[in-house]
């Protein structure tokens, strides 16, 4: 595609009469595209004009789920809230435990033994308070957008933060002391 737009623009550039555009296209006969010129495109539906009904529904996204706001069904193994929250938690998690260790030389087991726990507990009510609230409300976490930054990726990099917090955690416990 992008060496028909360079095709197109030079052929239409002024230069296409040039010893440039002869270089580079060694033909006799170069068109030259007038500038009043007007392009008209004209589109015709199939079957008569009408749209067949099973191409409408994929083209129109599905609803978004409703979540029972039951707490038993939020917190169950399959409900929407337990990875969710856990991902959060573990994406908050890993990154400050990576700069406390920048700054202060502790590993990820002296933190916690310094006070590091109470944190974690508090932090661990707020987002969960936080994260349960849309779904007590019927709010549910469907990716409906096709854009980086979406619900799965949310999840994706929450599973990623859990496996990091982990491997932080076996290394410095291998290795006797601070990752960094």
Known sequence: MAS????HAVLASPLNRTRFATSIFPSKYV??????????????????????ESSLSELT?????????????????????PER???RLAMIGFVSAIVV????????FTQIANGGFMWFVRTSILFTVASLIPFSMGVGPGATSDSFWNP???VWNGRA???????????????GGALL
Not at 4 to 7: E, I, K
Not at 34 to 50: I, P
């Open 85 to 87: 929250i856990n991902g």
């Open 31 to 52: 068109p030259s595209l007038r500038r009043s010129a007007k392009m008209q495109v004209k589109c015709k539906a199939e079957q008569g004009g009408r749209e067949d």
């Open 61 to 81: 996204p599905p609803p978004s789920k409703k979540v029972d706001p039951n707490f038993i069904n939020l917190l169950s193994f399959a409900g929407p809230a």
């Open 101 to 108: 260790e920048m700054f202060s030389g502790q590993d990820l």
């Open 161 to 175: 933060a859990m496996v990091g917090l982990v491997a932080l955690a076996l290394t410095e416990f291998v290795k």
């Open 4 to 7: 028909s737009v360079v095709t």
């Open 152 to 154: 799965n990726a949310e």
